[in-house]
């Protein structure tokens, strides 16, 4: 769940197919391409609220992204990663970090 200045993660069950993981990647995708640049730089400086059960963390947005959110999504990215080549998936560097975007 995402309202102005609260973040709590959405408790509903995970898809169990991976067609349902896939629609669920291309919703939030839509979500953030329907953003505009200025409805993300009004978050800056305002009161940010992560609650998950009765944990309540309280940040201001920019650092609730940078210090919270991006830190977790890196980790349980690499987590993930990690486990799909353990367990014999072919997957390279480049599929974790993607295309490299040099300078034209």
């Given at each position: 769940m995402f309202a102005r200045?609260?973040?709590?993660?959405?408790?509903?069950?995970?898809?169990?197919?991976?067609?349902?993981?896939?629609?669920l990647t291309t919703d939030a995708i839509t979500k953030l391409?329907?953003?505009?640049?200025?409805?993300?730089?009004?978050?800056?400086?305002?009161?940010?609220?992560?609650?998950?059960?009765?944990?309540?963390?309280?940040?201001?947005?920019e650092n609730f992204l940078l210090s919270f959110s991006q830190p977790n999504f890196y980790f349980h990215a690499t987590t993930a990663y990690d486990i799909l080549r353990w367990k014999g998936m072919p997957l390279g560097k480049r599929d974790f970090t993607g295309r490299v975007r040099v300078k034209p």
């Open positions: 200045g609260l973040f709590a993660p959405d408790r509903t069950p995970w898809p169990d197919n991976f067609a349902g993981l896939k629609q391409e329907g953003l505009k640049a200025a409805e993300l730089e009004d978050f800056i400086g305002r009161d940010m609220r992560f609650e998950f059960g009765e944990m309540r963390l309280d940040f201001t947005a």
